[in-house]
């Protein structure tokens, strides 16, 4: 009954840029952390920014100083702004939102994808 919506991927040459969204509706009353994952074909899927509540960020490296992550609490919103991209960014990107409870539990909810295709 939770849903993420992710929009914005599409086919960008490289050194273009793309914003990702991410919406989520549902029965959640708190989301914790949020964040956006990719998984590139025969890789494995890796973190590539994540935004607490409170607003404070972490990159994975490859992408620092290109990408930034935001969000708007008031609509449930995560965004990623994409800069410079270059053929290695090519990857399905997942919307990732997180609970944390009591007792070390953790709830996870995900996107559908949306593909990222950069050309050369």
């Known amino acids: 009954q939770v849903q993420l919506v992710e929009s914005g991927g599409g086919l960008v040459q490289a050194g273009g840029s793309l914003r990702l969204s991410c919406a989520v509706s549902g029965s959640i009353f708190r989301i914790d952390d949020m964040g956006w994952y990719r998984q590139a074909r025969g890789n494995q899927r890796e973190l590539v920014a994540g935004?607490?509540?409170?607003?404070?960020?972490k990159y994975t490296d490859s992408v620092k100083g290109r990408f930034t992550i935001s969000r708007d609490n008031a609509k449930n919103t995560v965004y990623l702004q994409m800069n410079s991209l270059k053929p290695e960014d090519t990857a399905v990107y997942y919307c990732?939102?997180?609970?944390?409870?009591?007792?070390?539990?953790?709830?996870?909810?995900w996107g559908q994808g949306t593909q990222v295709t950069v050309s050369s």
């Open positions: 935004i607490t509540a409170g607003g404070s960020t």
């Open positions: 990732n939102a997180r609970r944390f409870h009591a007792s070390d539990y953790v709830d996870d909810y």
